[in-house]
């Protein structure tokens, strides 16, 4: 691999060069490669690292908020959640204009220890006398800002390789990614054999438990993770063409560097492509949300049923994006990434169409009286809750189904488990689809500039869209149900189409554009 990567970037990737030129004697060394695509794998480890920290505890959070603070209820759940997006929000852009203007190890470094006292307090919550829950609040919300250094990551990752290298890279990073996701939640399951009792230890007042010790092992990977940055990352930043730019990041001069080529960004393509990407998250975030109150309500599962297979659903799920991540490599080399974006859009558009009820078959009507075992819905924290149900809870009397309090079930028609696995499959395929290629064609868009401060408004932008998708979908199903749910979701999905297809064709590269090499 090594190999065919360096005889890659010793021939003339783009643009009308000539035996003799400048531009045609700057090759890359192979001391140069090793060290540039070294620099990077960190880089994949670190973003595997930082969806590790979101899910490795969001199977406990709920028993664990119970059990440090009574007065803790379903709404302040809601919040818990939404620190994490909300932190990262705002951190993205700071994190990216301190990458714009110093090494990329300083904001990367403090980020990541950050997220290691961050979960240091919130292995120590259950300490305080009171207020615990505003301390655990606190903990996810600084493990949200920690995580602001995606937009560090993927920014180092897109200077540092050619056009040719983009979309893989790309594809690798959000797969590192979708892996993390999948890992965490079995990591958390594996500690589940420690007990909520553990052990304690007096001198430090530390509980490791099983709530406590997987926050513990992202701390330490946390570490880990900062003696490579330290250690072994490196600055580099090449052109589109693969020729070594020198900027501010750079720690070392080089007499092969060329200077960053001037011009400027089309802006309506970067703002075009930030709403793109602010809806593919929005979509994924509310179909995440939605698939335990569906399945609950329309296949009168109970709680650990719910559980259960929602889970091994959202597994498969993940992956299956990552066999999606791999498969966009090689298919963006053959039509295109405007091409997978639009088809990933359609297939997203399907299978979101499919989800609509339709025949004369409804739902099992929920009678019985609601009380506690009732199926969430009035917030975004009580339908959370369907997912830290105690499995070990008596079931025996749980009533399920529809809730007669949500008064569509009464008229419509239910979605048939076939509907709903077709639909996931799809969305499975179209989100990360959608995915890698917005954060590809953004990257390109924005050239071999600094990105950092873009790609912090990128990142902000599926921040705002995770916190905003699962309050949208928990309103609309309670209140109207799937049929108008999913239909307003359809609208937004063809209304994003349609914006793709009116700057389609602006969404090209930098050197592109500026006639520097060709399409």
């Known amino acids: 691999m090594a190999s065919l990567g360096i005889e890659a970037e010793q021939e003339p990737l783009l643009g009308d060069r000539t035996p003799g030129s400048r531009e045609w004697e700057i090759i890359e060394t192979e001391e140069h490669y090793r060290s540039r695509w070294r620099s990077i794998r960190i880089l994949y480890l670190t973003m595997f690292l930082s969806s590790v920290g979101f899910s490795i505890v969001i199977m406990s959070i709920w028993p664990y908020l119970q059990k440090i603070d009574q007065t803790a209820d379903a709404s302040f759940l809601g919040w818990v959640i939404a620190s994490f997006s909300l932190g990262q929000m705002v951190a993205s852009p700071v994190f990216g204009v301190w990458s714009n203007y ?30 615990n829950k505003y301390y655990m609040l606190v903990a996810r919300g600084l493990v949200g800002f920690g995580a602001g250094n995606v937009a560090v990551v993927r920014s180092y990752i897109a200077g540092a390789t050619s056009l040719q290298e983009r979309t893989s890279s790309m594809a690798n990073t959000s797969a590192c990614q979708a892996l993390g996701f999948i890992l965490g939640p079995v990591f958390q399951t594996c500690f589940a054999l420690i007990g909520e009792q553990g052990v304690t230890w007096e001198t430090l007042r530390l509980q490791i438990n099983m709530y406590t010790a997987p926050v513990l092992l992202g701390a330490f990977l946390g570490v880990l993770n900062i003696l490579l940055i330290l250690s072994m990352l490196r600055e580099h ?16 001069g080089s007499t092969d560097e060329v200077q960053v080529p001037q011009g400027n960004i089309d802006q309506v393509a970067v703002v075009t492509t930030n709403v793109m990407f602010f809806v593919v998250l929005f979509i994924f975030a509310l179909f995440e949300t939605i698939v335990t109150p569906l399945t609950m309500d329309m296949y009168a599962w109970t709680r650990e049923q719910a559980v259960l297979y929602d889970g091994i659903i959202l597994a498969a799920l993940g992956v299956e994006a990552i066999i999606v991540f791999m498969g966009v490599k090689i298919l963006s080399k053959k039509i295109g990434e405007r091409a997978i974006l639009l088809g990933g859009l359609i297939i997203v558009w399907v299978g979101f169409f499919i989800l609509l009820p339709w025949g004369n078959q409804f739902p099992k009507i929920q009678w019985e009286d609601l009380h506690n075992n009732s199926i969430p819905n009035t917030t975004f924290g009580e339908i959370i809750i369907t997912f830290w149900r105690s499995p070990r809870e008596d079931h025996s009397e749980e009533p399920t189904g529809c809730p007669n309090e949500q008064a569509w079930c009464l008229y419509t028609p239910m979605i048939h488990l076939a509907q709903f696995l077709t639909s996931a499959v799809l969305v499975g395929i179209g989100y990360p689809s959608c995915n890698v290629m917005s954060y590809t064609l953004y990257s390109k868009i924005l050239g071999p500039k600094p990105q950092g401060v873009y790609m912090g408004w990128l990142t902000a932008s599926g921040s705002a869209a995770r916190i905003l998708g699962p309050v949208f979908i928990s309103q609309m199903y309670t209140s109207w149900g799937p049929r108008w749910a999913f239909s307003l979701v359809c609208g937004i999905v063809v209304l994003t189409i349609t914006l793709l297809g009116v700057v389609y064709r602006r969404l090209v590269a930098f050197s592109v554009r500026q006639g520097r090499s060709q399409e």
């Open 237 to 252: 930043r090449v052109d589109d063409s693969g020729r070594q730019c020198k900027t501010i990041n750079f720690e070392e």
């Open 102 to 131: 110093r090494p990329r190890k300083e904001p990367l470094t403090v980020s990541i220890f950050i997220s290691v006292a961050a979960n240091c307090l919130y292995a120590y919550v259950h300490v305080p006398a009171s207020h």
